[in-house]
């Protein structure tokens, strides 16, 4: 089944530097990759995504990148601020683009001001 | 956007007794919805795939009897932990998919006392 690996669990980066999380995934027919960002007490909220026919995608500070040749993708933040410290987890579905999400481990960032 | 409301938030409750948690699609029809579970610092583990008119799916080591789903509508589903012990104590969190990709509830903070 697949299996998603996120790297690394803890972040710790100072205002205004970038932050990078990666993530590789098992299962070649998955085609959705979303990143969801989660605050203490709540909901994951989905921050941005990308289909396996793009490689890149950008929404102003945040980006995505997909190498599907190895099986990963990478969340980036720049220009961080402290409000975008929380857990953030990346996902792909289970068999292709219907099934359930399989998360990865999380990561925490620390935005420190 | 699509927009998937649960309810309660969060809820107390007496070891032994059962609790009802409602997952609702506010806005688009969801005939597949999935329940979560999120013990502290830990990622989210899928529990069941809720179809709507159907039996749930069930993930392996999770007791389907309970842990009751109901989907008897396009918008609804419900998660009812019975004879709820202090072991239950989580997160509870659901999720519907739409043609945009996935939604998450709010989550529910489920305390057994």
């Known amino acids: 089944g697949e299996n998603v690996e996120q790297h690394p669990s803890t972040l710790s980066v100072q205002e205004g530097d970038s932050a990078v999380i990666k993530c590789t995934y098992s299962?070649?027919?998955?085609?959705?990759f979303p990143w969801y960002k989660q605050e203490l007490g709540k909901g994951p909220q989905l921050i941005i995504d990308?289909?396996?026919?793009?490689g890149e995608k950008k929404d102003q500070r945040i980006a995505v990148t997909l190498n599907k040749t190895a099986k990963h993708f990478s969340l980036h933040i720049t220009e961080t601020q402290p409000e975008d410290s929380a857990v953030y987890f990346c996902?792909?579905?289970?068999?292709?683009?219907?099934?359930?999400?399989?998360f990865g481990k999380g990561t925490k960032l620390s935005v420190k001001p | 956007g699509a927009v998937v409301s649960q309810h309660p938030s969060w809820v107390i409750c007496k070891s032994g007794t059962s609790v009802k948690i409602e997952c609702r699609s506010l806005?688009?029809?969801?005939?597949?919805m999935f329940w979560y579970r999120q013990f502290p610092k830990q990622s989210l583990m899928l529990m069941a795939t809720?179809?709507?008119?159907?039996?749930?799916?069930?993930e392996q080591g999770v007791e389907k009897d309970k842990f009751l789903i109901n989907h008897a509508s396009l918008t609804l589903s419900t998660l009812t932990v019975t004879s709820a012990h202090p072991e239950d104590s989580s997160f509870y969190i659901c999720?519907?998919?739409?043609?945009?990709?996935?939604?998450f509830g709010s989550g529910t903070r489920l305390t057994v006392v």
């Open positions: 999720s519907a998919t739409n043609l945009n990709g996935y939604t």
């Open positions: 809720s179809n709507e008119g159907s039996k749930a799916t069930y």
């Open positions: 806005d688009f029809q969801a005939t597949t």
């Open positions: 299962d070649s027919a998955s085609n959705y």
């Open positions: 990308i289909r396996s026919n793009v």
């Open positions: 996902a792909a579905p289970r068999g292709g683009s219907q099934g359930n999400l399989i």
